[in-house]
């Protein structure tokens, strides 16, 4: 059984800053690659930023210069500072791991996705 839970979301005024955090609990075999996604109201999901084993990052162009994200691959958690916030970054920020839950998976290469729940972020004056 994996685990991810997010914290770090509220309410904001437009233009500061947040910190998200991430952290994976529970028996997975290797992490590969871990991202944020966002959804705001009647809108689909979306990749926020993304980060390799390696730590190579890509990023939405909207947060562009704004976001930044990291990973410990120690502690098996992952973080998204995001500055100048504006009002469209209000949305629900989930944490996407993709993975092997075991040995026998990473022999086959068969990877699975896992999801937080989610930790709602409020831009608003």
């Known amino acids: 059984q994996v685990s991810l839970v997010e914290s770090g979301g509220g309410l904001v005024q437009p233009g500061g800053s947040l910190t998200l955090s991430c952290a994976v609990s529970?028996?997975?075999?290797?992490?590969?690659?871990m991202g944020w996604y966002r959804q705001a109201p009647g809108m689909q999901r979306e990749l926020v930023a993304g980060?390799?084993?390696?730590?190579?990052?890509n990023y939405a162009d909207s947060v562009k210069g704004r976001f930044t994200i990291s990973r410990d691959n120690v502690e098996n958690a992952m973080y998204l500072q995001m500055s100048s916030l504006k009002p469209e970054d209000t949305a629900v920020y989930y944490c996407?791991?993709?993975?092997?839950?075991?040995?026998?998976?990473?022999?086959?290469?068969?990877?699975?996705?896992?999801w937080g729940q989610g930790t709602q972020v409020t831009v608003s004056s």
């Open positions: 529970g028996s997975i075999y290797r992490i590969n690659s």
């Open positions: 980060i390799t084993s390696g730590g190579r990052t």
């Open positions: 996407k791991v993709a993975g092997f839950g075991s040995l026998f998976d990473s022999r086959r290469k068969y990877e699975s996705d896992y």
